[in-house]
């Protein structure tokens, strides 16, 4: 089977496995929204990929509807007592555990956050999509205009 169909078959179908000793083209850190559909592009376009997910795999049986759980117990949410997050300012700094709150609050799980959000989608606005050209020169930032206009956007 070619792997173009194997990808138009279900999902569970669709996952190559690979040995530790096989070379492939990209390896993929996290399955989320930037991570799924970058391996799912770059895997029509014919690339060995291979996507490391930190998080398990959950159906739709497995879940609840308990943000507070979700959300502030960490049951979907990286627990930071269990998954720390160090961060640093600067590369002069050494990174630190947070005391409280991480510095980055995701879904744990094949797919990330988006498979469990909120879905609030908020209209962007034309000056979304060039930020990096109105801010240029914010120091030790890596503010860039999106690849696409508003205008290309909003038919759809
Ligand atoms: C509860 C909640 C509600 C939200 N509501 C909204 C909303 O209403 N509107 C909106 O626009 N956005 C919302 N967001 C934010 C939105 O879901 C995220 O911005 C978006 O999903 C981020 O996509 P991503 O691919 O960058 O990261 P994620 O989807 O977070 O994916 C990152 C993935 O990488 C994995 N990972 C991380 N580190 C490693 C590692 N070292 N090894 C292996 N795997 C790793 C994680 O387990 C995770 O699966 C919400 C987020 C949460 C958590």
Redesign the pocket.
Known sequence: MRRRDVLHLGLSEATVRYRDSDEVDFVI????????VLARELSLAGFSVVV????PRLGEADFKHD?YA??FQWE???DPARNPQTFRTSEREEARVRPRVPPA??????????????????RLHPVDFVEGTLWSGVEGASLVDWPITYQELEPY
């Open positions: 850190v996290g399955s989320g929204a930037a991570g799924g490391l997910e930190q998080g943000e979700y959300w979907i949410a990286a609050i995701y879904a744990r799980l094949v797919g990330g956050s988006s498979v469990h959000f909120t879905a609030n989608f908020w």
